[in-house]
């Protein structure tokens, strides 16, 4: 059973970083793409980043490149989202998801922005200003 959880929500100042973390367990890690999306009070889900681990493949949107890094831990199955210099448009739910092996590049990116298979449970993060 494919499995996902997200960890790492809080409350932070704006201009503070948080790391949240995604643990997987239930497939095969390395072969996989795991994506981070949120969801705004109000807003459409939009896809943030995705790591496909296969090949190392990163997706970010625009708006977040430069202040968002995406890492995979093989050792532990899990995927990091690292958050720096957090401003409180970043206010959101956020949540994990993953997609098997089964997409060409092209239709991945796509899918990193829009929706992936299998989801996790949510991670609050709130910045306040």
């Known amino acids: 059973e494919v499995q996902l959880q997200a960890s790492g929500g809080g409350l932070v100042q704006a201009g503070r970083s948080l790391r949240l973390s995604c643990a997987t367990s239930g497939f095969t890690f390395g072969d996989w793409t795991i994506g981070w999306f949120r969801q705004a009070p109000g807003k459409e889900r939009e896809g943030v980043s995705c790591?496909?681990?296969?090949?190392?493949?990163?997706y970010y949107k625009a708006s977040v490149k430069g202040r968002f890094t995406i890492s995979s831990d093989f050792a532990k199955n899990t995927v990091y989202l690292q958050i720096n210099n957090l401003k409180p448009e970043d206010t959101a739910v956020y949540y994990c998801?993953?997609?098997?092996?089964?997409?060409?590049?092209?239709?991945?990116?796509?899918?990193?922005?829009?929706?992936?298979?299998?989801w996790g449970k949510g991670t609050q993060v709130t910045v306040s200003s």
């Open positions: 790591i496909t681990n296969s090949d190392r493949n990163t």
């Open positions: 998801a993953a997609d098997p092996p089964k997409w060409a590049p092209d239709t991945q990116t796509r899918r990193c922005r829009s929706g992936m298979d299998y």
